[in-house]
């Protein structure tokens, strides 16, 4: 079945303790994105990457990191969390598009609180 | 910078009234246009799209006309079901330059009663 798999689902963690939630999709998508969802504010991208090695920054992109080392994986890493990093998560992936249609397929969403 | 503008929720209907959720947004060029449903739990699937002036996206029962003239994309389904209960959220295309990036409205709660 063709997925976008992320983990963990919920995560609680207090301010500064590193954490990384991993981001795997199965159809050989070279497109991978993070977003984050907050009430009232739709949905934010944080980084995107349109190949291996490839990454760039989104619109919210501060007190965040990624790496694509391989097509598949995309993690987003919390090197210090803070309060205001508390969300929800979305990882999306899509094929490598050559008109700005392509649909997203989106991942289940990581629900992360930071205290 | 491109923006989508939804109208606010949440909206509560009953079962078979007749729905519609007003999207208008503000881009420079010709975005693609979607919406996207999220049911609770569950990560964002696509609705439907439109990739052109006066197209029109349909799927479920759903519809959406891309109307550059108001620059609008409103959802409208005839016969709303319990089921349909979801956040719906509209969505442009960016430019090219960033990549694949969609640009969201803040998304709208729909609750259906039986």
Redesign the interface.
């Known amino acids: 079945e063709a997925q976008v798999t992320q983990n963990p689902r919920y995560l609680i963690t207090v301010t500064g303790k590193k954490l990384t939630v991993t981001c795997s999709q199965n159809m050989n998508h070279e497109y991978m994105s993070w977003y984050r969802q907050d009430p009232g504010l739709g949905l934010r991208q944080i980084y995107y990457s349109m190949n291996v090695e490839v990454t760039d920054k989104g619109d919210v992109p501060e007190g965040y990191k990624v790496s694509r080392k391989e097509k598949r994986n995309f993690p987003l890493i919390l090197e210090s969390p803070s309060p205001n990093q508390t969300s929800l998560y979305f990882c999306a992936s899509s094929p490598r598009r050559t008109e700005h249609n392509s649909p997203l397929h989106f991942g289940n969403g990581t629900r992360l609180t930071v205290t | 910078g491109d923006s989508?503008t939804q109208m606010e929720g949440p909206v509560t209907l009953s079962e078979e009234a007749f729905l519609t959720i007003n999207c208008t947004y503000t881009a420079t060029g010709y975005?693609?246009l979607?919406w996207y449903v999220q049911y609770p739990?569950?990560?964002?699937?696509?609705l439907l799209?439109a990739?052109k002036a006066d197209d029109k996206g349909s799927n479920k029962g759903f519809e959406a006309t891309y109307r550059k003239e108001t620059t609008s994309f409103h959802l409208e389904k005839g016969s709303v079901q319990v089921s349909d209960s979801a956040v719906y959220?509209c969505a442009l295309?960016?430019?090219?330059e960033y990549?694949?990036?969609?640009v969201?409205?803040?998304?709208t709660i729909l609750r259906v009663k039986s």
């Open positions: 989508v975005p693609s979607f739990g569950e990560g964002l699937q696509l799209k990739t959220f295309s960016g430019s090219l990549g694949n990036k969609l969201f409205g803040a998304g």
